[in-house]
């Protein structure tokens, strides 16, 4: 399996963080891509550099006024002279805005609430580097995956919370959904997602949610009680073309190997039944029981099957890096997962 990765994701290093009314340290710190890049390296894989994302290559995701804030918004943040160190919004349109005829704003300010979901993505002039580097892993990936191979993007920051025009939960550009583009344009007719991580893709849910190409599987902590909050439920099947190809398997706090491996083999046979050409996992490890932001309890052996489940589904797969934020056992889980899959 050959891995992506970019030196450049370590430069963004985000701070601002609240969580319950408290402003914390960041999780989604450099040191998680050094764990895993260090347990890559013990595996003897072969690990690349690949350019970074192209405009042309993003806007088949994201919108283009939303990936020049992104680019742009530092300096015009710094032009204020009074921000603070990171970009970090203090509003965001309501519902009743968007009724009224909210439109697009100018400012940097209202900019930074339109495009941003959360208060957990703050945005400096290192982000949007480090975003495009991983999102040109995520799509080497898939040209790997596309010519019939596994690989694995060392994606940071990761994706998946980040809709077509929104930044939220850590992520600003959606390397999963990239990944997906990537290989319908490689020539696969069907290609399935299948995300693992603790927290519910709602970012990846939102761009396939109207397609009948893309099937969308996510396994994660029960929305009632954990982010994203409002989506995630499994009633949500997708709309027009895409009903029926959304599938959500929300789980209770504290759920540990055999429940979450359960769920994990029905999206398997989901995809099966899809006849996906084509197979993007989105990889978060923070569905382990040593997580800091703990919410599903899953050993390290519940990861390594979970790997086998895919491995067997027969498809080559661009495994893209979504969370897991525990750096004293990330790297110890990436190794249980890719000796999974290869098994």
């Known amino acids: 399996m050959k891995v992506f990765y970019d030196p450049i994701q370590l430069a963004h290093a985000p701070h601002f963080f609240l969580q319950r009314g408290k ?22 894989l072969t690990i690349a550099a690949p350019p970074p994302a192209s405009r042309a290559a993003m806007l088949r995701v994201h919108t283009g006024p ?4 992104l680019r742009d918004s530092p300096a015009e943040w710094a032009a204020l002279g009074d921000g603070g160190a990171e970009i970090v919004p203090n509003i965001h ?23 941003t979901a959360d208060l957990a993505c703050p945005i400096t002039a290192e982000t949007w580097p480090a975003a495009q580097a991983a999102a040109g892993c995520a799509l ?3 040209e790997e995956a596309a010519e019939g191979r596994h690989a694995y993007a060392l994606c940071r920051p990761p994706g998946h919370h980040a809709y077509a025009a929104r930044a939220g939960g850590h992520c600003y550009v959606n390397n999963a959904a990239l990944a997906v583009e990537r290989l319908r344009m490689a020539g696969a007719a069907r290609v399935a997602v299948l995300d693992i991580d603790s927290h519910h893709g709602n970012g990846t849910q939102g761009i396939f949610w109207e397609r009948d190409d893309v099937l969308f599987v996510s396994v994660h902590g029960d929305p009632a009680a954990y ?9 949500e099947r997708g709309a027009g073309a895409g009903a029926g190809f959304n599938l959500n398997f929300p789980l209770p706090r504290g759920t540990g190997d055999a429940v979450w491996l359960a769920a994990v ?12 050409d084509a197979l993007v996992i989105s990889l978060g490890f923070d569905a382990s029981c040593d997580e800091p932001l703990g919410f599903l309890s899953v050993t390290a052996d519940g990861f390594a099957r979970a790997g086998a489940l895919i491995g067997g589904l027969g498809q080559p797969a661009a495994v893209v890096q979504e969370g897991g934020y525990n750096v004293e056992v990330i790297g110890g889980l990436l190794e249980r997962f890719i000796g999974g899959m290869a098994a």
């Open 227 to 235: 982010y994203p909050w409002f989506v995630g439920h499994a009633a």
């Open 23 to 44: 402003v914390r340290p960041h999780y989604e710190i450099p040191a998680r891509a050094e764990a895993l890049l260090a347990a890559c390296q013990r595996m003897g």
């Open 66 to 69: 939303y990936l020049d804030f």
């Open 140 to 142: 080497a990936a898939a």
């Open 93 to 115: 349109p309501s519902p009743e805005m968007f009724a009224a005829g909210a439109t697009v704003p100018s400012h940097v300010l209202s900019k930074t609430g339109w495009f």
């Open 265 to 276: 083999a029905a999206g398997c046979r989901a995809i099966t039944d899809f006849r996906a």
